[in-house]
């Protein structure tokens, strides 16, 4: 799968690229909005990770002009910008996905996996794990049909181990992602009661399994 990162920050672009290709992706670098239109000239890509705010030009104003001319490769936005306005901007412009900065790596991951493995041009939302029904756009959970009435935090946390399933995550990677959105979840103890809390409402211990010593994981 070969990704385009579009970052003007040389260090955050770097990053990006070792943690992608350590990751078993191939990537190309765009340093801004001109060379970033270079490469999509010249290549085709998978994936378009791209940044908002660009040192020559705008993130928002090339995802529109890929868009105008019927170009529907996926694209994932990363932005400072966390306001819910930001975010519904450049869904309604053709964005695929938003992240806001700071992020987590095993979400950027997570999200990568999920946009690479869309069947249809259709932006894929729901996550199904046996009975259990996850749905990113409308964050609506169900099980057996019957919806459950979760936190912010809880569902957040059910989402991230859903897309990670037969992944292990930490408490620490668990409490660092809860984080970057400001919940006081920076104590392990409290990762744990928000397990026991997802297990009671989904009403299996089981779904969600404990791994003595590391974490937690929903493998299946």
Not at 112 to 117: A, E, K, M, N, T
Not at 160 to 188: A, G, P, W
Request: charged share 30%; hydrophobic share 35%.
């Amino acid at each position: 799968m070969n990704i385009l990162i579009v970052e003007d920050d040389r260090a955050s672009a770097k990053t990006l690229y070792q943690l992608l290709h350590s990751n078993k992706y191939e990537c190309d670098l765009a340093y801004g909005y001109y060379q970033a239109k270079e490469l999509l000239d010249q290549n085709t890509y998978a994936l378009i990770l791209l940044d908002w705010n660009l040192g020559d030009g705008d993130g928002k104003e090339l995802l529109f002009e890929l868009r105008q001319l019927e170009i529907q490769t996926p694209v994932l936005m990363l932005s400072a910008n966390s306001g819910i306005e930001n975010k519904v901007e450049v869904l309604d412009t053709g964005a695929d996905d938003y992240l806001s900065k700071p992020y987590s790596h095993i979400e950027l991951l997570a999200r990568i996996r999920v946009l690479l493995r869309r069947d249809t041009g259709e932006k894929r939302t729901l996550i199904e794990i046996d009975n259990v029904t996850l749905d990113t756009r409308s964050r609506e959970v169900s099980v057996s049909g019957e919806y459950l009435q979760l936190t912010t935090a809880e569902f957040d946390l059910l989402e991230l181990l859903m897309k990670n399933k037969n992944v292990v995550l930490t408490r620490f990677q668990i409490s660092e992602h809860l984080n970057k959105d400001n919940y006081s979840v920076r104590h392990s103890n409290l990762v744990d009661v928000h397990i026991k809390n997802l297990r009671k409402k989904i009403g299996s211990k089981e779904f969600i399994k404990s791994v003595r010593g590391l974490g937690y994981t929903i493998k299946k």
